[in-house]
């Protein structure tokens, strides 16, 4: 039990860390520096959400360095993103995690492919498209994008995961 007397100060919770999804993201992103390959960092993202995922998928698209991973959570956070990311992106991971994916759209993203997604989403399917994103320079990039409802194996819905990789217009 936590003390909360009127001698409780700051250096009383030093200790002290939250358990969020933001954190646990941190976390495997400090894992990342180290020499674990890209597939077992996701692999074991996907171990702690006890997901009910075929990974072999995650495992083949890997293979395509020109290919990124985003995982979010079920709130759509950005929780987790592979090394393309940031070569499609200009973004770092630690500048995605915590955002929403949004935030890599502008004024050339049209109406219609945000309303589609969002939509998808929302039901919880499938969806699959192409989308107009911008690059941390400005920049506009077009990407076909994939992305999944993730579900732990009690089918908890848990995560989205989406792959991306650019494409000509």
Partial sequence: MINLSPNTNCDTFNEFRPV??????YEFMEIS???VSEFDLIELF???????FDLDKIKRFLQDRKNTIVVTCK???IEWVSKGFTRMTGYNQYEAIGQFPRFLQ???TTQEAKSKI???????EKYSGRIVNYRKNGETYLCKVDI???YDTQANLVNFIAFEHEVEA
Avoid: F, I, Y
């Fill in 75 to 77: 709130d759509e956070q």
């Fill in 33 to 35: 520096r180290t020499d």
């Fill in 46 to 52: 996907a171990e702690s959400k006890n997901w009910n």
């Fill in 20 to 25: 969020t999804p933001l954190s646990a993201a």
């Fill in 106 to 108: 502008g004024a050339q």
């Fill in 148 to 150: 999944l409802p993730v």
């Fill in 118 to 124: 969002r939509g998808k989403v929302d039901s919880r």
